[in-house]
């Protein structure tokens, strides 16, 4: 996708110009031509000369290897070519666009697991969330405007590529922070270490939180503990990160597929891209029910169940699953 080429002052005339060869070769009379405004055989020299010029640029465009051209830099074999096609593009710009639509979906499916397991208030949460709407009000209109003028490939692989940053950074969290205390002394490889003076005093503060939520009142005896703020400052920024990358990979990919498939295919490949989108939910939130299933620390032993409202699941499994994936294609 990062390396189809066009040119922004020439590419609409030159479209044009590609659609009418197209017609003329399927009409050797040349009537296709002369539907376009162009000279049909037997008119003056400054028609046959216009048309000569329209076969010449046509052509060029045919054959030149910078329009098409897929890979990466010097990464760009004769195997990539055969990917240089629409039908390429609307499937990876499908693909892509399921498995971009998979994160919001992750994110809503272990929103629970991230509040237990750094503490995080449920207004806090709210803001969190509300970091893509932030990004794509004040930066999304910038950006798309910029991007529709210059490398529209480009700029829809840089979307993508900001995408695969906000899983890394959902996934950083628990890289910085590990498990944590509380999911580390329900396992039998640190839980067993505890002296019994430890393990009165856990039960001790886990019951006298218990108590104060149950009552509604904090008092002296009432633990105030909150989480750290800095996961939180992790999961907005990443929350903004996507909304730029989603807002670019939307908008000017469906522009791009309009301006280059013909009219009467593009409703067809459109819907198909669409469609292949509305997976990504369902592939999110199936991914969230299976990483959750897995102890938050997958390396160790768990003493609890899954039942158990103590569980941590390992929900940054997902994220980077979801980043392998996104940077795969």
């Known amino acids: 996708m990062a390396n189809q080429v066009e040119n922004d002052e020439e590419w609409p005339a030159r479209v044009a110009e590609r659609e009418a060869l197209m017609e003329a070769s399927e009409d050797p009379d040349g009537s296709a031509i002369a ?8 008119e003056d020299k400054e028609g046959r000369l216009q048309t000569r010029r329209l076969t010449d640029i046509a052509l060029e465009l045919q054959t030149s290897p910078g ?29 892509l666009g399921s498995v971009t639509g998979s994160t919001n979906a ?8 991230l509040e237990k397991r750094f503490k995080i208030p449920s207004t806090n949460t709210g803001m969190i969330m509300a970091g893509g709407d932030i990004s794509q009000l004040f930066l999304g209109l910038l950006l798309n405007y910029y991007g529709g003028k210059g490398h529209r490939p480009r700029w829809i692989a840089f979307g993508v590529y900001t995408t695969v940053g906000f899983c890394l950074m959902n996934a950083l969290c628990h890289l910085l ?30 019951n ?41 990979y939307y908008t000017l990919g469906i522009s791009y597929m309009d301006d280059n498939i013909q009219k009467s295919k593009s409703p067809a490949l459109v819907g198909l891209s669409f469609f292949m989108r509305m ?5 999110g939130y199936t991914l969230a029910s299976i990483c959750l299933s897995m102890f938050i620390a997958p390396s160790l032993t768990p003493t609890i169940t899954k039942r158990d409202p103590r569980w941590l699941g390992a929900w940054w499994v997902g994220w980077l699953m979801i980043a392998i994936l996104q940077a795969a294609f």
Do not use: W
């Open 106 to 113: 992750y994110f809503n499916g272990t929103i629970t697991t």
């Open 35 to 42: 539907l376009h405004g162009q000279a049909a055989p037997g």
């Open 279 to 283: 997976l990504g939910p369902a592939f």
């Open 67 to 95: 329009e098409t051209s897929c890979g990466l830099g010097c990464v760009q074999g004769r195997l990539l070519q055969k990917f240089a096609n629409k039908k390429a593009f609307v499937s990876m710009y499908g693909i």
């Open 208 to 248: 006298r939180k218990g108590l104060c939520q149950r009552d509604g009142v904090v008092s002296e005896g009432c633990g105030t503990e909150g989480g750290s703020l800095a996961p939180q400052v992790i999961l907005f920024l990443a929350q903004v990160i996507s909304g730029i990358g989603g807002s670019l």
């Open 177 to 206: 922070y590990g498990p944590g205390q509380d999911a580390l002394y329900l396992t039998e490889e640190f839980g067993s270490h505890l002296d019994p003076n430890t393990t009165v005093r856990l039960l001790d503060a886990q």
